[in-house]
Each structure stands twice: as C-alpha cells, then as structure tokens.
C-alpha cells in the first residue's frame, strides 16, 4: 500500500469534517489506484497475447498433449473403481467358483495401469517438446528485439536488465512450461476426473468431500494472495542482483582504480540479503501451507471412513465402494498440493512473462522507412538541414544547425565538452533522428534511406573499440565479411595494423580474447580503422577515435588516417589537434552552434580565435 493509500485509510477511519484538501487527495488516490489497475490490466492483456501467440503455432501438438493426458488420467482414476469392483462383485463370484469376473477385473486394471504409464509418459515428453519449441521461439525474438531497437533504447535500458531478460526470466518461463504446467494441466484432469468418480460411486462421499474442498481452497487462496506478493519480491531481488554483478564486472578496472571492492561488497552483501529474505519468506509460507493441507486432507479421509464404515455395518455401502472412496479420498488431495506449489511457479514466471512482453513491444525510435530511397552508389555529400534536436526530455542540444559537408571532405569538428559535437555524429550515422530539420546524404533524407544501405554508406569508429571474440581475420572482416585474405591484410597495411598483427603468436589467426592474443587499447583502435577501410564507406565518421593512441602510436597512425580518408567525406571528433591538422576544414562549436569554420591554418592564424587558443594551448603542452 502506498503513503498515500495508508494515509486515505487511516482518514477514512477518524470522523472529521470533509475539506477541499482531503476531497482532491481522496480524489487523486482514486484516480493513481484507477491508472494502477488499469496499467496492471494492459500488462496482463499484453502479457497473454505473447503466450497465446507462442502457443497459437503449437496447436496440433498442443492437441495431442491434451488427449495423452485424458488417456492417462482416466487409467489413473479408473483403478479405485476396478478394486471397488474385483471386491465386492470379482471375489464372491470366485467363491462361488466363478474366476472369469476376477481375471476380467484384473486385466482392465493392468490394461489401465499400462494405458496411464505409457500415455503420461508419451505426454511428458510432446510437453517437454512444446516447451523447448515456445523457449527457442522466445529466445530468438528477445535477441532480434534488443538487436532491432535504437541506441536511444540501449542507452537507458542497462545491459543487465537485458542479460536478466535473456537469462533468469526466460529461466523462470523455462520451469513453468518443462515441469508446472504439465504437472498442473495433470492434477486439475485428475482432480476433476476423481471427484465425479466418487460422486457416481457414491454421493453421499461425493458430499463430504465437496464439504472438505472449502477449507482447502480457502487454504490455497490465501497462499496464492501471499505468494504473488513474495515471489514478485523476490523476482525483483533477482534482477536488482544480477544488474549489480553484471555492471560491477563490466565496470571492474574503475572499482579496482578507485577502490570500490569495500564498497561494492558491501551493496551486494546487502542485495544478497534482500534476495535471501525474500526466498525466506517463500519458503516460510510453503512451510504453513504445506502441512495445512495435509491436516485437511487426513482429517477428511478420517470423517469419510467414519461415515462410510458405518453406512459398511448397516448394509449400506459395500466394503469395495468403501476401499474406492477412501483411496478416492486420499489421492483428491495431493495435487491440490500441486497446484499450489505450481502457483508459485506461476507467479515468477508471469512477472517474468510480463518483462518480456514489455521489452518485445518497445518500438525503435529510429524506424525503418516503408518506401526506401535507392542509394546504389553513395559520393558522401552531407547537409545538416537546419537541425534542432535534444535527447528525450532534456535540453535542446543542436538548437538550429545548418551545415553542409561537400562530398571527399575531410571536416574536423572540436569543442569544448558537451558542445554537440558527438551528437552530429549520431545524427549523421542515424542511431538518433533529428527533432526538426533533415540529414541528408547526397540530396536524400537519411530517414528515407533502408538502414542496410545507410550502414553501407556511412561507417562511424568511436574511442570503444569493441573486438568481438574470434581472430584477427575475423575481427577486420566485420567491415566486409566477403572480403579476402589479401583483402584484409591491405587494410590492415593501410592503417599501420599490419606489423604488430604479424608479432602475434598466431598472426591473423591469434584469438584476440586469448592468452597470447591480448591487445592493447591504441592496437584495438588501429583494427577497427582496418575494419573501417575494409567496410570502404562513403562517408566515414571518427568520434574521439584516436584518444586511445599514446603519442608513438598516434604518429604511426597517421599516415594511416590519411590513407583512410583519401577520396571519402569524414568527419572527425577529436581533442588532439595533431588528428585534427590532417582536416580539409576545421569547425569549432560551443552549445550547439558553429561559431568558427575554415582551414586549420585559417583559424591558427585568426586572433582571439576559439581554434587559436586552443592550438596555442596544444602547443604550449607538447613543449
């Protein structure tokens, strides 16, 4: 219950006067608990439709599984009645000196037996088949969906809710599909299938335990109610868990440099807790309910064999019918037990399913067109058409930016931090669209262009220069997967790459995640300008891509930079003026604005000139 929530019950329990403050708080509450309600609704209805569309393609063998467990559950609950029928009617008709109605009992009872074992069996296993076949579905549209949406998604949604998503929510749907859904699918057959077997055998049993099912479903009510409440607990436990371990290793060099294990331990120990308690609690409410049901339970056999023995003493009920509605009794308890527990499977995996479904129905931000504009051979020439934009709900980044790059130039843009640079180059490679305005690559708006010819045509290298696991070759080969040996061994040539990959213990083929194939920071940086000049792009856009260079490495790229800029338009985001002095055009911005634009000797030479300072600042450091 929220503050609100509490605070309206209690007023609503003292008598005082009504005022305007209390009427519009009572009114807000309302109004929050209505949203609440109908939110938890949409997310039900949402959470639904992706289960009856997972299931929808499995009806036929969804079918089959549903008359494998009828089968089994008839054979099941057919063998109180076949005892109730060898005693009563079978042995005195053997005493008689008549076998025939025994060895007729005794076959059906084992034909059933076999019939529930080898159909149970049979719908164990179509289960378990649909189970994994939903599971494989559910995985690869997660892993196409958090491919498919925006930077913008991946920047606000942590990679630990994503792994979190990919690992123990589809790890809850897991369990309930491989073994709760198919226990509980078997105990509402059996359970409804013994109760109208005891009801024709005898109704008057029939009755006592209809009066036996009350306090037992009033039990699984009140533990279904609890449940929810601690197993969503400890659902969440979970993820804020698994989001602190993920974003702690990912983020391992800061807490060792800056000597957060203390601290960190300290928040995990204490997250830890959190999941430990709420596992505890669970575990507590199994322990009342549990033993609840088995005191109801034997307490109805109990009263069923008081009243069926004594109806046995005045003829009225037989000893077989009796023996039948006891082991009827006995056995209609057990997997309401089940379906409890299965409860608690249930409620994990919703919230899980509900998570997922959420994620699913995110929607880029940067969409793709429906009518694509050709694009078959791109020369590069950029206009920023009078641009306005701004991240979410924040401040206007790029008030009103007009630029216009010619196709081959090479245009150096510096700044001070946050002055927009690194925006334009988002909006230029399109992870982001513009506000207002248009980015147009050779007359056409970015927006109008399918991204495979945009990725195709503009190519962005950050300071993250991320080597996926896998060789050399490989690695490069991500700019033109295509491409040949000689191919890849040019651009590594290209760029400066070429020698140090030769001084590998495997060259090309070294395993860069492996002992002996470990890069540094500045040679990471020189294979993504390999991956680049192999991708050939027509535009090519460096955000801070030279930053992780030391000075050496820096004038060894150089000459490469010139080679993967020749004959291509580029941009280049960079706070050291030696990458900026190789640029055809330098651009200085503050908030937004261009505010000086012209060669780097121009600039050098303007007095009072932003670019100026910053030069002579350069300068003065590298004495």
Do not use: C
Request: proline share 3%; glycine share 8%; charged share 20%.
């Amino acid at each position: 219950m929220s503050t609100r929530d509490r605070t309206a019950a209690t007023d609503a329990t003292v008598p005082t006067a009504p005022t305007a403050h209390t009427s519009q708080r009572g009114v807000a509450g309302e109004e929050d608990s209505q949203l609440g309600r109908d939110r938890n609704r949409v997310v039900r209805a949402r959470s639904r439709a992706l289960l009856g569309d997972l299931l929808g393609a499995r009806r036929k063998a969804l079918a089959g599984a549903a008359v494998l467990v009828v089968v089994s559950t008839a054979g099941q609950v057919a063998g109180p009645a076949l005892i109730a029928a060898g005693i009563d009617r079978a042995l005195p008709a053997l005493r008689d000196g008549d076998a025939a109605p025994l060895v007729v009992v005794g076959v059906l009872y084992v034909l059933a037996a076999l019939a529930a074992g080898i159909a149970i069996g049979a719908y164990v296993r179509a289960a378990a088949r649909i189970a994994q076949a939903v599971l494989l579905d559910l995985r690869r549209r997660v892993f196409r969906q958090t491919q498919r949406l925006s930077l913008e998604f991946h920047e606000s949604y942590t990679s630990g809710r994503i792994i979190s998503r990919q690992t123990s929510d589809l790890d809850a749907l897991r369990e309930l599909l491989d073994g709760g859904l198919t226990g509980v699918v078997s105990s509402v057959l059996f359970m409804t299938f013994t109760a109208v077997g005891l009801f024709l055998l005898d109704p008057t049993s029939g009755l006592v335990l209809a009066v036996a099912v009350v306090p037992a479903a009033l039990l699984t009510r009140w533990f279904q109610k609890r449940s929810q409440v601690f197993y969503r607990a400890s659902r969440v436990a979970s993820a804020r868990l698994i989001v602190h371990f993920v974003e702690t290793m990912t983020g391992v060099r800061a807490v060792q440099a800056f000597r957060r294990e203390s601290a960190d331990a300290h928040t995990y120990a204490g997250l830890t807790e959190d999941y430990r308690a709420a596992n505890a609690r669970t575990f507590g409410l199994n322990g009342r309910y549990d033993p609840g049901l088995v005191v109801i339970g034997n307490v109805t056999v109990v009263v069923a064999l008081a009243v069926g023995g004594w109806r046995v003493l005045d003829g009225a009920m037989d000893v077989g019918v009796l023996a039948a509605v006891l082991l009827y009794t006995k056995r209609f308890f057990g997997p309401i037990q089940q379906l409890g527990m299965f409860y608690n499977s249930f409620q994990s995996a919703s919230a899980a399913l509900e998570k997922i479904s959420g994620l699913l129905e995110e929607e880029p931000t940067v969409a793709e067109p429906h009518d694509p504009a050709p694009l078959p051979d791109a020369r590069g020439a950029l206009h920023l058409d009078h641009v306005r934009f701004g991240y979410g709900t924040g401040r206007t980044v790029l008030p009103d930016l007009d630029l216009q790059i010619p196709a081959g130039q090479t245009v150096a843009m510096v700044g001070t931090t946050g002055a927009g640079k690194s925006t334009v180059a988002k909006l230029v490679a399109r992870f982001y669209d513009v506000s207002a305005g248009a980015v147009r690559l050779d007359g056409t708006d970015v927006r109008d262009l399918a991204s495979r010819d945009l990725r195709r045509a503009v190519v962005m290298v950050t300071q993250e220069a991320y080597l996926f696991s896998g060789t050399v070759r490989e690695n490069i080969a991500l700019g033109r997967p295509g491409a040949t040996q000689a191919e890849i061994e040019a651009a590594a040539r290209a760029v400066g790459a070429h020698e140090f990959v030769l001084r590998m213990p495997d060259g090309y083929d070294t395993d860069v995640n492996k002992r002996g194939g470990r890069v540094s920071a500045g040679q990471r940086q020189l294979l993504s300008f390999a991956r680049a000049f192999l991708a050939d792009p027509a535009v090519l856009v460096l955000d801070e891509a030279t930053s992780s260079l030391d000075l050496p490495g820096e004038r060894l790229v150089q000459e490469g930079l010139r080679t993967l800029l020749a004959d291509r338009t580029a941009i280049i985001i960079a706070h050291r003026l030696s990458t900026v002095a190789i640029a055809d055009r330098v651009l200085v911005m503050a908030d937004g604005r261009i505010v000086e634009d012209g060669t780097p000797d121009e600039l050098v030479a303007t007095e009072d000139g932003r670019f100026a300072e910053l030069h002579a600042a350069w300068q003065a450091s590298m004495a």
